[in-house]
């Protein structure tokens, strides 16, 4: 009986150590994949910032090629709405809702992506009428010296013309001896 | 050789002149003038004004009693710039940022805050923050649980000797496109810059 009970007493401890060697095994895999899922929205948060970077840097070349103010403000505004999602991502990340963490972080990788394309184009439209502009300025050089040439020559002839004018209009005028004892 | 008639003479000579001026003037008015870079930071205190940094203007800051500040920085560098203000918790003894070297403050940064700010543009925010939990372990003390914003914040590294002379940093980064990352002040042609402040208070009292 004692054997029996010996024997029983065996097979329960395996039982229980198979049983708690598989319950360990799962909680493992459990941990396993809440960290791959930690380090996947930490990936995608980190791409965002970087997107964010790259439109910085897109932007920043639109206005050195001489943007106006108005549409660079439209983009700069854009610019802080991708970094509120991203640190809204950071956020709800530490608040461990993952899913959501991702989906802020890849709304905010398409506004990065559509600013780089938008300031890309202005940057060309600005460059281009910064380019034109100088060129329209300096074309005005000889233009406006030829006209303070003209102005200044028509201006000479008149004012000499008045000279030699005012030369011609004196009179002589002959007093007799007779009329000068008179005085 | 042909020789020129005198109002010719004078007409070239003319042409000449105003050419050489209006090229000057055409040079300055595409050239755009080098003007000096520079960022501003500021704190304020809660009537938004350089006064009443604490309230009833006593350093001393017991736990619960929320503080409010006005945070600001201007972008004066000529170009957007990504702006980043790192608030931090000091001591007496750890190390301030290091103006000499550039280098920040190497005390943990407690929250930040980001913003791309256009030239000429000033970011001001309000900063409240509270200490909501106290520990005093003998005869220092340190505030645990801040709050800074609505953020709950656990602070383990900063204590100081009878809770005398805590100080908060506020450092300003900058991205630097050259490197592609944040860093400590900004570079201006070759010369780097850095900007800090720092507020100083007492937590001695661990209750209200």
């Keep these: ?183 | 050789m042909v020789s020129m008639g005198e109002d010719a003479k004078r007409a070239v000579t003319i042409f000449i002149s105003a050419t050489i001026v209006f090229s000057m003037l055409a040079y300055v008015a595409a050239t755009p003038r080098p003007s000096e870079q520079f960022f501003q930071i500021y704190v304020l205190g809660e009537g938004g004004k350089a006064e009443r940094y604490y309230p009833g203007n006593n350093p001393n800051i017991p736990v619960g009693q929320a503080v409010r500040w006005y945070v600001g920085a201007t972008n004066f560098m000529g170009s957007l710039q990504y702006v980043v203000i790192r608030v931090k918790l000091g001591n007496a003894t750890l190390k301030a940022p290091d103006d000499t070297n550039r280098l920040p403050s190497p005390t943990p940064v407690l929250l930040e805050f980001k913003r791309v700010l256009m030239n000429n543009e000033t970011w001001e925010f309000p900063f409240t923050w509270i200490i909501r939990e106290s520990n005093r372990t003998g005869d220092v003390i340190s505030p645990t649980v801040l709050e800074m914003n609505g953020v709950t914040i656990r602070n383990s590294d900063v204590n100081a000797l009878n809770g005398y002379n805590f100080r908060v940093f506020f450092e300003l980064w900058t991205f630097d496109p050259e490197n592609g990352n944040v860093t400590f002040g900004w570079r201006t042609g070759t010369e780097r810059r850095v900007a800090w402040l720092q507020i100083w208070f007492n937590a001695t009292s661990l209750v209200k």
């Design chain 1, 1 to 183: 009986m004692q054997a029996r009970l010996t024997a029983f007493g065996v097979v329960l401890l395996v039982a229980i150590g198979i049983l708690g060697v598989n319950a360990f095994s799962r909680a493992n895999q459990a941990v396993g994949f809440g960290t791959s899922t930690m380090t996947g929205s930490n990936e995608v948060l980190d791409r965002a910032e970087t997107e964010l970077r790259k439109a910085i840097v897109a932007v920043r070349e639109a206005e050195a090629a001489g943007a106006d103010r108005g549409r660079l403000r439209d983009l700069v505004d854009r610019l802080n709405v991708a970094l509120w999602m991203i640190e809204r991502g950071e956020q709800l990340q530490a608040e461990g809702d993952v899913g959501a963490a991702v989906a802020q972080a890849q709304l905010s990788i398409d506004v990065s992506a559509r600013l780089v394309l938008e300031a890309g184009k202005l940057r060309d439209e600005s460059a281009q009428r910064t380019y034109y502009g100088k060129v329209f300025t300096f074309a005005m050089v000889p233009v406006a010296s030829l006209l303070v040439t003209v102005v200044a020559h028509y201006g000479w002839l008149w004012w000499r013309r008045r000279e030699v004018e005012s030369v011609m209009r004196m009179e002589i005028k002959r007093v007799s001896e007779f009329e000068e004892e008179k005085r």
